[in-house]
């Protein structure tokens, strides 16, 4: 069956090369793609948000299955506009997507259904969220509501960058409309870990637990990113605490939604910060696939991605059992100079084709006019490694890394450090 995944990054990039494994993938095609998932796919030239023109290329192709990668267009209803055409498509509609584009809807809903989270407060009036943070305590987590690509959130330490991270959100708006409301939360100390479950209304498969690193320097130091490094599975972590958050958190969370008329059906993404007593409590929910957590996440997938895919649209997810390898996974992001503020663009990059022996997944990258591959992203590439254990996965991810050249590449060296120490 021919597929359209809707997307550009090196999440669609990763989510293609494991449907194309499937004996049922026929053609491909991915909107718009980038110039590594062009070895893969043909790349179409239509935006996330030109809904129209997705679903008019769609039954023009006759595609039997459309999947939705990134956050904003399921926020803005790409799946009802495709549910509306009856295309068949993968991932949450407008009103299950909200979970993700609003952080006060999803934090009442967790409060609502006693689902364990951070306490909070919510803000549409810049003062009277000024006055609220002058009688809290250090450090505290300042969050817009909306979507603003992974980079809508401060942990401030200090009084000052809490004003200065509100003042931004609320007053110079730099993420827009996302920045709205404003959500002000505990701080939340401990673990954090990554549970992304394949998800068909109440029925829930987690998938194989991972651990992000958003900050773009090494030691959590910086800004926060969209994520310089996953890795999985989480050794550290014990088993027990791993399901104590399936069952008190992502389970009860589906069964709220479907209780709220807004039944989840796609990939829901359970960002969770284990605290030093061992207990799960919820930072985030996403909506799809994270980013890069799919990179190393899916390569340790025994199952069909595409079966488990139609399993979800078609409502028999209950009826599939899904596998998981054993081994490791390692994934290091190579970052443009300057992300995640203003980068070039079109740097020359080298040693693609040497790296390419491993794993590499594209998520910036376009081809130059004499054939070569530069950079066109904030975050350039993601190096997979894999091994029988972290230490094997982690030394053959850098080493991919390694071979990979461009003026002002950035990336962080202790990924997956937490697991090996």
Avoid at 80 to 105: C, H, L, M, Y
Avoid at 342 to 355: N, R
Wanted: proline residues 6%; hydrophobic residues 45%.
């Amino acid at each position: 069956m021919d597929i359209l995944v809707v997307g550009g990054g090196g999440r669609e990039h990763a989510i293609i090369w494991k449907l194309s494994q499937s004996p049922a993938a026929g053609k491909i095609y991915c909107a718009p793609g980038n110039a590594g998932i062009a070895q893969l796919a043909e790349c179409v030239p239509i935006g996330v948000f030109e809904f129209d023109k997705l679903t008019s290329f769609a039954k023009e192709k006759q595609v039997s299955l459309a999947v939705i990668g990134p956050d904003d267009p399921l926020a803005a209803g790409i799946v009802d506009a495709f549910e509306a055409q009856q295309i068949p498509v993968f991932g949450p509609r407008k009103n299950a997507a909200e979970i993700e584009g609003s952080k006060t809807f999803m934090k009442d809903l967790l409060h609502k259904y006693s689902i364990p989270t951070a306490a909070y407060e919510k803000f549409s009036d810049y003062e009277s969220a000024l006055a609220y943070l002058g009688t809290r305590e250090l450090p505290i987590v300042i969050k817009a509501d909306g979507l603003a690509a992974g980079k809508g959130v401060t942990v401030a330490y200090s009084r000052g960058e809490a004003e200065l991270a509100l003042q931004d959100i609320m007053v110079a708006k730099v993420f827009g409309e996302a920045g709205a409301q404003v959500v002000i939360e505990e701080f939340l100390a401990g673990q954090e870990m990554s549970i992304l479950a394949f998800v068909d209304g109440e029925t829930v498969r987690p998938m194989a637990a991972a651990q992000d690193h958003k900050p773009v320097f090494d030691g959590d130091k910086g800004p926060n990113t969209g994520g310089m490094g996953t890795y999985s599975p989480l050794p550290h972590i014990d088993e027990a605490i791993i399901r104590e958050a399936v069952t008190t958190i992502i389970e009860p969370t589906a069964k709220a939604m479907v209780a709220e008329g807004r039944p989840f059906s796609g990939v829901l993404f359970a960002g969770l910060m284990i605290s030093p007593d061992g207990k799960p409590k919820t930072i985030e929910f996403n909506a799809r696939f994270g980013d890069p957590e799919t990179q190393v996440v899916l390569p340790r997938l025994k199952s069909d991605l595409l079966e488990i895919f139609l399993a979800v649209t078609e409502g028999r997810l209950a009826d599939i059992e899904i596998e998981w390898s054993s081994d490791a996974a390692v994934c290091v992001v190579l970052a443009s100079e300057g992300y995640p503020g203003p980068y070039p663009k079109g740097v020359p990059i080298s040693g693609l084709e040497e790296a390419a022996q491993g794993l590499v997944f594209h998520a910036g990258t376009a081809r130059s006019e004499d054939g070569g591959w530069v950079t066109s992203g904030g975050r350039v590439l993601g190096v997979v490694g894999m091994g029988a254990d972290i230490a094997e996965a982690r030394s053959a991810a850098y080493a991919g890394a390694e071979k990979i050249t461009f003026t002002g590449k950035q990336n962080r060296s202790d990924i997956a450090m937490k697991a090996l120490v």
